[in-house]
């Protein structure tokens, strides 16, 4: 035993959410305001608001979509729980959204 106690915190009290998501859109379409809207519906209806959402728009700042390598939009990235995982479209598959983010698994 190495002598560490290992407690999970409930979302309230915990520093980092579960979840920190990063969408990369292209400026503010309909598009991208319609895959924003089904991330978050998404998000409050089985995350229960342990997550963060950062939005980045590729056409003011082009270099973070570099650093993440994006090669399309909208393009959404599971920064956290580890592994990084990558969903490109307007997330309007709840299902295959939530198998992405390892929410559920692929056969449930």
């Not at 979302?11 to 305001?33: C, D, E, N």
């Not at 307007?90 to 390892?102: A, I, T």
């Amino acid at each position: 035993m190495n002598g560490k106690a290992t407690v999970d915190l409930p979302a309230a009290i915990r520093a980092t959410p579960a979840f920190q998501l990063r969408l990369y859109v292209a400026g503010r379409t309909t598009k991208s305001l319609a895959t924003l809207d089904n991330l978050q519906r998404i998000c409050e209806t089985y995350l229960a608001g342990d997550y963060r959402i950062e939005i980045i728009d590729i056409t003011v700042s082009p270099q973070l979509a570099i650093g993440d390598q994006i090669l399309a939009v909208p393009t959404l990235v599971r920064r956290l729980p580890e592994p990084i995982k990558k969903i490109i479209g307007d997330l309007s598959n709840e299902r295959c959204v939530l198998v992405g983010l390892d929410v559920i698994q692929a056969g449930a």
